[in-house]
C-alpha cells in the first residue's frame, strides 16, 4: 500500500493563480483531512470529509474548497492565491475517529505564493 | 484561548537523560489524544495513543488526566534518534486539534 500520496511536492505560485492540491489514499479510509502548517505552528485544520460526498470546514477554510467524489481522493482548491497561504499543507486520512483511531499523513505539498 | 497547549521548549538534554513533556486541552469534552512525532520538514507520524490508565511503550510512557485536561508524555533513557517535535493531539467531535509542538533536542 502507498498510504496517503500528495501532490505536487512543492509549487511556487503568483498572486491570484490558482491551483489544485491532489490527494489520494489506498487504504479505503472513510475519514480525509486537509490541513495546513505554518513555520513554527501546529497543523490547524482546513477542510475534512466522513465520507464520499460529505465534507464540512475546519478551523481555516476561507480561500479553499475541497471535493469527495470517491473515497480515495480528496483534492484542495485554492481559488485566488494570497501570500497568506503560504505553507505547508499535509493531507491525512483516518478509517474513523473512534477511540485510539490514528491519522496517516501524506507527505505534504509546499506552497510558496509571491 | 487556543484548544491544545504544549511548550515549544527546546528541550536540551543529554543522552540517557529523562525528559517530560506537558500538554493541556481546552474541551473537556475531547474524546481521544495522541502524541505525534514530526520530524524537519517531514509528516506526522503517531508516537502513541493515550489512555486514561495510562500507558507505556518502551522508553515511552503517556498518561491522560481528565480532570485537570492536561497530557504528558515521559521519554525515559533519551537516544540522539529521539531528537524532533512532539505534538499533542486531541479530537473532539470528528476534528482532531494540534498544539504547536515540543522540540527536543538530545544532546551527545
Known amino acids: 500500500n502507498a498510504g496517503v500520496t500528495q501532490t505536487p511536492k512543492f509549487r511556487i505560485l503568483k498572486i491570484g493563480q490558482s491551483m489544485t492540491l491532489q490527494c489520494t489514499q489506498d487504504m479505503n479510509h472513510n475519514y480525509m483531512y486537509w490541513y495546513r502548517q505554518d513555520p513554527g505552528m501546529g497543523l490547524k485544520l482546513i477542510y475534512y470529509s466522513v465520507g464520499a460526498g460529505i465534507t464540512d470546514k475546519g478551523e481555516v477554510p476561507n480561500g479553499y474548497n475541497v471535493s469527495r467524489s470517491t473515497t480515495e481522493d480528496f483534492p484542495l482548491r485554492l481559488e485566488l492565491a494570497a501570500p497568506s497561504q503560504t505553507s505547508v499543507y499535509f493531507c491525512?486520512?483516518?478509517?474513523?475517529?473512534?477511540?485510539?483511531?490514528?491519522?496517516?499523513f501524506g507527505p505534504g505539498t509546499r506552497l510558496l505564493v509571491l | 484561548r487556543k484548544e491544545v497547549e504544549q511548550d515549544p521548549g527546546p528541550f536540551n538534554v543529554p543522552e540517557g537523560a529523562t525528559v517530560a513533556f506537558n500538554c493541556t486541552y481546552s474541551?473537556?469534552?475531547?474524546?481521544?489524544f495522541f502524541w505525534y512525532r514530526q520530524d524537519c520538514r517531514k509528516e506526522p507520524k503517531l508516537l502513541m495513543s493515550v489512555y486514561s490508565s495510562g500507558n507505556e511503550d518502551g522508553r515511552f510512557t503517556a498518561q491522560l488526566n481528565r480532570a485537570s485536561q492536561y497530557i504528558s508524555l515521559l521519554i525515559r533513557d533519551s537516544k540522539l534518534s529521539d531528537s524532533a517535535t512532539y505534538l499533542c493531539v486531541v479530537n473532539s467531535f470528528n476534528k482532531f486539534y494540534f498544539g504547536s509542538g515540543t522540540k527536543l533536542n538530545v544532546k551527545p
Open positions: 491525512a486520512s483516518s478509517y474513523s475517529i473512534s477511540r485510539g483511531e490514528t491519522q496517516y
Open positions: 474541551n473537556s469534552a475531547s474524546q481521544s
